[in-house]
Each structure stands twice: as structure tokens, then as C-alpha cells.
């Protein structure tokens, strides 16, 4: 069973523009992560999120937990090629010494 | 600083034989873990070591799958025979533990292991 929903699966846009990546969930967690891969590397941390409500921002990256804390979406403003890549929401259901639980991630291509 | 390292990159096998992948985690990070992403599928968790104790092996799909971590060091993840189903790429992750939290884990660039 995939407790974290990500949509969409892909993304294609033109330079400039802007994009929501959502990732959902029946269940809560006590904190919820965004990855970024490349081909060929393992997932890289862009950001932890804690508390319901929260926000946080990455330069042109804004991410959001949701109050219930079962949701996260990430949001690129004016996105750019070097934006490509695959994102993964990922979250602790306990103890944030044990087990990551993945989305299937968001292959976002932008094109200049 | 080196980060997580694992060997070899790519391992192509055929159904029955034996395949031993190495994980070299952050030197100094206690925990250890295994996931694995299966073709269209999520990343998915497969085993946790504290040092060189297993403290959570819930993940592991089944006994053909053998996890070592000897002295708290390195990993190996043994699979043995090889099962088509087994394909793959197999991520190693590693985090330190300050005040019983630890929320980065720091990848590998995963071992790609095909299963002919």
C-alpha cells in the first residue's frame, strides 16, 4: 500500500512558467520532506517540514505542510531548465530515526 | 567530507545466482539504511541498522535478503539465489543522531541490479 500520492507524475513546461507538485496522504506525519534526483545519483534533501501549517522557501521554491499534516505540495515560481529532475515527497510517520516512507515523485521537465 | 558510496554501480545477474552489494555511509553517522526502488514503483524502505544492530528489518521482503553491518561501519545486502523480481536500484542512506533526532538522511547513488 503507497501511503504518499504524488501528481502529477509528469511535468513538462516552458521556462518562466509556474508549477504545483502535490503530495497527499490518509495518514499523518510527523514531518514530511521534499527530494530532488538526478539520473544517476540518489535523492538530495531540498527541505523538512514539521509543523501543520508550515511554510517554507527556497529561493523560487515555496513548500507547504498541510494543517493536518497529511499533505505537503511544492510550488516553482518562473521555473528554469536547471529545475529539471525528479521530486520526491518523502515522510516520517514516528520517529525521525527510522524509516522514510516515498511518494513515486514528479519528473518536471522545463524547456528554455 | 566523502558522502554515502556504494558498489558496485551496476550489477547484471542471472536468476539463481548470488549478488552482494557494499554500502560505505558518512564516516560517524550511526544509522544506516537500505530502500530499494522497484521499476514504477516508490522508493520503499527495506532495512534501519543503529551501529551494527538491526533495529528495524521490517522491510525486507523476504529470507533470500541478508543484511550485515560488521563493527557499525560498512553494509553488504546480500541476495541469494536472485529472483527475477529482485531488478531494481538499491539506495543506501546514512544520518548521525544528535539529541535522539536525526532528520537527514544522506543517500548513495544507488547499485542498479538487474536480474536476467
Known amino acids: 500500500t503507497q501511503l504518499l500520492e504524488q501528481s502529477p507524475q509528469f511535468l513538462s513546461i516552458q521556462e518562466g512558467e509556474n508549477l504545483t507538485v502535490y503530495c497527499n496522504s490518509s495518514?499523518?506525519?510527523?514531518?514530511l520532506q521534499w527530494y530532488r534526483q538526478e539520473p544517476g545519483e540518489g535523492p538530495v534533501l531540498l527541505v523538512t517540514?514539521?509543523?501543520?501549517?508550515e511554510v517554507k522557501k527556497l529561493k523560487r521554491l515555496t513548500f507547504q505542510f498541510g494543517d493536518a499534516r497529511k499533505d505537503s505540495s511544492l510550488h516553482i515560481t518562473a521555473a528554469q531548465p536547471g529545475d529539471t529532475g525528479l521530486y520526491l515527497c518523502?515522510?516520517?510517520?514516528?520517529?525521525?530515526?527510522?524509516?522514510?516512507?516515498f511518494g513515486r515523485g514528479t519528473q518536471l521537465t522545463v524547456w528554455p | 567530507e566523502a558522502g554515502v558510496t556504494q558498489f558496485p554501480s551496476h550489477s547484471v545477474i542471472e536468476k539463481g545466482q548470488t549478488v552482494t552489494l557494499r554500502c560505505d555511509p558518512i564516516?560517524?553517522?550511526?544509522?544506516l539504511y537500505w530502500y530499494r526502488r522497484v521499476m514504477g514503483k516508490e522508493i520503499k524502505f527495506l532495512l534501519h541498522?543503529?551501529?551494527?544492530?538491526?533495529?528495524?528489518e521490517s522491510g525486507m521482503p523476504n529470507n533470500r535478503f541478508l543484511a550485515e553491518r560488521t563493527g557499525g561501519t560498512y553494509s553488504t545486502l546480500k541476495v541469494q539465489p536472485a529472483e527475477l523480481e529482485d531488478s531494481g536500484v538499491y539506495f543506501c542512506?546514512?544520518?548521525?543522531?544528535?539529541?535522539?533526532?536525526?532528520?537527514?538522511?544522506?543517500f548513495g547513488p544507488g547499485t542498479r541490479l538487474t536480474v536476467t
Open positions: 542512506a546514512s544520518s548521525q543522531t544528535r539529541d535522539r533526532v536525526s532528520y537527514e538522511q544522506y
Open positions: 495518514s499523518v506525519f510527523s514531518s
Open positions: 517540514v514539521v509543523t501543520g501549517g
Open positions: 518523502a515522510g516520517f510517520r514516528g520517529s525521525t530515526l527510522g524509516r522514510l516512507y
Open positions: 564516516s560517524g553517522h550511526d544509522n
Open positions: 541498522f543503529v551501529k551494527e544492530s538491526k533495529q528495524d
